[in-house]
């Protein structure tokens, strides 16, 4: 039991390094960040981030390799962000004719992060 908690433990601390990572990156292309692990009814959203008027949703996945990390990442989840984001945009001035886009930003067991701009549509 203990070796599970201990596994738990660090997949819950390589899962905040790599948003950590993730949101320095965005920060260094002159992203804001508007929240962190934004939590609505429908779901949970890793991180959002502003440029402009555009609203960016960043779901960050982490395995040992880009490919894993990728395949992650499943329709169900999709559909739920979309939920979350259309949660999110609710309280926004423009509601949901915000711009915005959906992110995914992969890491890999080194630390080395792919950015995939507009991975998925807005359901």
Avoid at 23 to 42: A, I, K, S
Avoid at 51 to 79: C, I, P, Y
């Amino acid at each position: 039991m203990k070796a599970l908690a201990s596994r738990g433990t660090r997949n819950h601390l390589a899962g905040e390094a790599a948003e950590n990572s993730v949101l320095r990156d965005y920060e260094r292309r002159g992203y804001h960040l508007v929240r962190r692990r934004w939590r609505g009814r429908c779901g949970e959203i890793d991180l959002i981030a502003r440029s402009g008027d555009e609203v960016v949703f960043v779901e960050v996945k982490q395995s040992r390799d880009f490919a894993r990390a990728a395949e992650s990442l499943g329709a169900r989840q999709m559909k739920r962000l979309h939920a979350a984001a259309a949660e999110f945009l609710a309280e926004e001035p423009d509601g949901q004719l915000t711009p915005m886009r959906f992110d995914v930003a992969l890491v890999d067991g080194t630390g080395r992060l792919e950015i995939v701009e507009n991975a998925f549509g807005h359901g």
